[in-house]
């Protein structure tokens, strides 16, 4: 028995301790899980596709100019160059500027003075919307929804970073339990092992029977087979860090954590969470910002019910010359200015109508849902926080029992050692403390997960650990 465990604490020695070592902080997995896993930076960049798209729907006002030349024989009386540059503005302006030179129309060459064979004209025309395309408000709604599309990606990916924190700083802490885990069965182990060669003895001077010592041999098998699924799970914990800090090289290395004493106090008032959640909760954020968007949606839906009745002026200068190779220096020009209204609407306005009354619908579906969405995540919030009240007064409770169980091993030693108790009752209360103090390393996480999933519900975790959202996959 003593070979057996002498080999498989060689095994164990192996398995924890390998050929290299990391001294790991929470602060340094959580740095390297969200600077190196490349799903976050999956997440980034989808902000920054959004970015673009808002950038590109500025780029919707910018000039359009147009060039265009033609010629075709005979050369002398064919050619024709024409450029024509166009502003449309948010007002619901349009400025067009156009300039052209052509060989003179035959309807036309009779008006035009004597021995000039070419027409140059030059113009800008203004016009501008009155009624629908003429409010600011309703042209920026584009350039609006962009822009809110931009802060819910920036939102989702928030989100994401916090649940990506989450969850390392559960694989963080999970493996900081497990290697308590292991010590605790090794510590299991030991008792069983020592129990088992002072029973050994005592059977050398027959005061304990044979039976007894194979079920105490019994147990430290059992105890060996405890610690080695723990060290198995201990390893299986530590490649999921490993995984989630995006560190290969560290696949079969030693993680020392160096944040084994965790000291975050008490949990604060309720309704300071529910406070908070309003303000940093993220899909809640998005929740208001899609109502935002439905507002937008109403304002377009609205100026297109409106008729399209636009204000034009237009300047124009003609001029003549003798021959295409000299159109800027003409020898006759005539001027002319035009003005006008033009109206245009459909004869019912059915369809622009339906649109208005989905595009109202839809708002008050998004503002019931925001009613519902508060009282939801105050549900979730006072649901947690009870949460982490229960777990933060197990710590106490278990730290308690884990010591009676001690001082009830002892007693049942001292009972042992005077032949009042037997080796079975001996080993029961062994597993009893070893029950004790799982109970109690486990208590401890179980109160950090309580706090983390109360910090993700109110939304603050990132702030709590000092993340800076424009900083994440960066």
């Known amino acids: 028995m003593k070979n057996k465990s002498i080999a498989f604490a060689l095994i164990f020695v192996n398995i924890i301790f390998a050929a290299d070592t990391?001294?790991?902080?929470?602060?340094?997995?959580?740095?390297?899980?969200?600077?190196?896993?490349?799903?976050?930076?999956?997440?980034?960049?989808?902000?920054?596709?959004?970015?673009?798209?808002?950038?590109?729907?500025?780029?919707?006002?910018?000039?359009?100019?147009?060039?265009?030349?033609?010629?075709?024989?005979?050369?002398?009386?064919?050619?024709?160059?024409?450029?024509s540059a166009t502003q449309a503005t948010i007002s619901g302006t349009n400025i067009e500027f156009w300039a052209n030179a052509s060989p003179l129309n035959p309807s036309?060459?009779?008006?035009?003075?004597?021995?000039?064979?070419y027409e140059n004209r030059i113009g800008i025309t203004v016009t501008q919307a009155l009624l629908q395309g003429g409010n600011p408000l309703a042209n920026l709604v584009p350039i609006r929804k962009a822009r809110i599309d931009v802060e819910m990606r920036e939102e989702e990916l928030s989100a994401y970073a916090q649940k990506f924190l989450s969850d390392t700083e559960r694989a963080y802490w999970n493996l900081m339990l497990s290697g308590e885990e292991v010590k605790i069965y090794r510590y299991s182990l030991d008792l069983a092992q020592r129990f088992l060669y002072?029973?050994?003895?005592?059977?050398?001077?027959?005061?304990?029977?044979?039976?007894?010592?194979?079920?105490?041999?019994?147990?430290?098998?059992?105890?060996?087979?405890?610690?080695?699924?723990?060290?198995s799970a201990y390893r299986q914990k530590l490649l999921y860090l490993v995984y989630l800090m995006n560190a290969p090289q560290y696949w079969d290395s030693e993680i020392i954590l160096t944040d084994t004493v965790v000291s975050l106090g008490e949990v604060g008032g309720v309704e300071e969470h529910i406070e908070a959640a309003k303000k940093f909760r993220?899909?809640?954020?998005?929740?208001?910002?899609?109502?935002?968007?439905?507002?937008?949606?109403?304002?377009?839906?609205?100026?297109?019910?409106?008729?399209?009745?636009?204000?034009?002026?237009?300047?124009?200068?003609?001029?003549?010359?003798?021959?295409?190779?000299?159109?800027l220096s003409p020898d006759e020009r005539k001027s002319q200015i035009s003005g006008g209204l033009t109206l245009q609407f459909p004869a019912l306005l059915g369809s622009s109508r339906q649109k208005n009354n989905i595009a109202k619908y839809s708002l008050q579906q998004q503002k019931l849902s925001l009613e519902n969405f508060l009282r939801l995540l105050e549900y979730e919030i006072r649901a947690a926080h009870i949460e982490a009240l229960r777990a933060f007064r197990q710590i106490e409770t278990a730290k308690t029992v884990s010591a009676l169980q001690q001082q009830k091993l002892d007693?049942?030693?001292?009972?042992?050692?005077?032949?009042?108790?037997?080796?079975?009752?001996?080993?029961?209360?062994?597993?009893?403390?070893?029950?004790?103090?799982?109970?109690?390393?486990?208590?401890?996480?179980?109160?950090?997960?309580?706090?983390?999933?109360?910090?993700?519900k109110d939304a603050t975790l990132l702030q709590?650990?000092?993340?800076?959202?424009?900083s994440v996959g960066e």
């Open 198 to 231: 002072e029973s050994q003895e005592r059977l050398k001077i027959g005061n304990v029977a044979a039976i007894d010592l194979a079920a105490i041999t019994a147990e430290a098998a059992s105890r060996e087979r405890q610690l080695f699924d723990a060290v």
């Open 22 to 83: 990391l001294n790991l902080s929470l602060n340094d997995a959580l740095t390297r899980a969200l600077r190196d896993n490349p799903l976050v930076r999956i997440e980034k960049i989808n902000t920054n596709v959004a970015a673009s798209l808002l950038k590109g729907n500025y780029y919707a006002y910018e000039p359009q100019i147009r060039v265009s030349y033609k010629t075709s024989e005979p050369f002398d009386s064919s050619q024709e160059i024409s450029l």
């Open 464 to 470: 709590r650990r000092g993340v800076a959202v424009n």
């Open 411 to 456: 007693a049942e030693q001292e009972r042992m050692n005077v032949g009042k108790s037997t080796g079975y009752a001996v080993l029961q209360v062994q597993r009893d403390l070893v029950s004790a103090n799982l109970d109690e390393a486990r208590a401890r996480i179980a109160y950090i997960e309580a706090l983390l999933s109360l910090y993700s």
């Open 108 to 117: 036309t060459k009779q008006a035009a003075p004597e021995g000039f064979e």
């Open 282 to 327: 993220q899909d809640f954020r998005q929740a208001n910002l899609l109502a935002k968007k439905g507002e937008l949606d109403l304002t377009a839906t609205r100026n297109g019910l409106l008729p399209k009745l636009d204000f034009f002026i237009s300047l124009q200068e003609t001029s003549y010359a003798e021959s295409f190779s000299n159109p």
